[in-house]
């Protein structure tokens, strides 16, 4: 069965600082795409980014980049350059590629943003 | 409109009484889902709609009833809840196609309170 852990219940960080949230995931298909959401207080679930089990290159957007360690099975999301609207919840989720629909959410973690 | 509305965004309701949640994409997606969204829990899965037909319950109660009449709009009827199940429940879509990563786009929610 998939499976993600986000293990970090929170994290400060200063604005400007780049900052680092984990993810790690369990899944016994080779083929499946890994997704970060960000969930600011209002509540809409944004997507982020996305890996493929596949990719050979780390995924990057904008400010996001993925720290993918296939051997490891982590995940990690690297904010750089944080804002102060980067405060928000962080799901990390995983959707196995072999016919499952369902996109498995790790329980998240609160990132703020200190000014 | 863009992306993925749903209406209402607050919604107070009795054990009695009967409500609807509505949920519409103008991504052009093939796929919606309802997920079910409560405090210190990971996000669940209700149900899923591929091409307006049900492909996923997961096992939720016979008292949330999904209706999905074309590919850009979905429902869930309320009737006889429970306290318990006060959530922000969300809706989702993403396009279906082979060889997509398939990543799902939300709503901003409704955070429903079953008094």
């Known amino acids: 069965a998939q499976k993600i852990t986000q293990t970090q219940p929170g994290m400060f960080v200063q604005e400007k600082e780049a900052v680092t949230l984990d993810c790690t995931y369990d899944?016994?298909?080779?083929?499946?795409?890994l997704f970060w959401y960000k969930q600011p207080s209002s509540g809409e679930m944004i997507f982020l980014i996305y890996?493929?089990?596949?990719?050979?290159q780390n995924a990057t957007e904008g400010r996001y980049s993925l720290n993918f360690q296939k051997a490891r099975k982590s995940a990690n999301l690297v904010i750089s350059a944080s804002q102060l609207g980067d405060s928000a919840m962080y799901f990390c989720?995983?959707?196995?590629?072999?016919?499952?629909?369902?996109?498995?959410f790790g329980k998240g973690m609160k990132l703020t943003v200190n000014p | 409109e863009t992306g993925v509305t749903q209406t209402p965004r607050h919604l107070v309701m009795g054990m009695t009484n009967k409500k609807s949640l509505k949920c519409e994409q103008h991504?052009?997606?093939?796929?919606m889902y309802w997920y079910k969204q409560s405090a210190k829990k990971p996000l669940e899965l209700m149900f899923v709609?591929?091409?307006?037909?049900?492909?996923e319950n997961n096992s939720v109660p016979s008292r949330f009833s999904p209706e999905c009449p074309n590919s850009s709009h979905l429902f869930l009827h309320l009737h006889t809840l429970q306290p318990e199940d006060s959530a922000l429940y969300l809706c989702?879509?993403?396009?279906?196609?082979?060889?997509?990563?398939?990543?799902?786009?939300f709503g901003p929610g409704t955070r429903l309170t079953v008094l």
């Open positions: 989702a879509s993403s396009t279906r196609l082979a060889g997509d990563p398939d990543t799902q786009y």
């Open positions: 899944t016994s298909d080779p083929s499946y795409g």
């Open positions: 890996q493929g089990s596949y990719d050979q």
């Open positions: 989720a995983m959707r196995e590629l072999g016919g499952s629909e369902k996109l498995v």
């Open positions: 991504l052009g997606h093939n796929a």
């Open positions: 709609y591929n091409f307006k037909e049900q492909t």
